[in-house]
């Protein structure tokens, strides 16, 4: 019996891994707004973390999937977050690179994650 429950949880584990992707539909902040190369950045690169099957620290530190319900104020403070740890190479961290080295930000994607996320926030400051 313990055996088949965690066989059954593994089973588990493994559907929510391979269907995990963001729901980016509508948000109660009309300005935010996530280009599909953004999305494909974060799916890989945070939302594992940060994303709604996140471990519960970083998920409760920041969900990603929570960003666009944010006040205007509060999102430029999360978007400003988003780029200083992006530029200071402390997201993702050394033992999430170490262990999914495939999904490491290359420098591409900080280049692409930090002007989205520097444009959104000149937006919303206008």
Not at 68 to 87: A, M, N, Q, T, W
Not at 103 to 122: M, R
Request: aromatic share 6%; charged share 30%; glycine share 8%.
């Amino acid at each position: 019996m313990k055996n088949l429950i965690i066989v059954a949880g593994m089973i588990i584990s493994i559907i929510a891994l391979l269907s995990f992707r963001i729901d980016y539909g509508e948000t109660s902040n009309s300005k935010f707004s996530v280009p599909e190369n953004i999305k494909i950045i974060l799916d890989k690169s945070c939302l594992p973390c940060h994303g709604r099957d996140g471990k519960s620290g970083a998920k409760m530190k920041w969900n990603y999937e929570k960003t666009g319900d944010l006040k205007p104020s509060k999102l430029v403070g999360r978007l400003s977050k988003i780029v200083s740890k992006v530029e200071k190479d402390k997201m993702p961290t050394a033992k999430f690179k170490k262990k999914y080295p495939d999904q490491v930000l290359t420098d591409e994607d900080k280049k692409a994650l930090i002007g989205w996320a520097n444009g959104l926030i000149e937006e919303l400051t206008r």
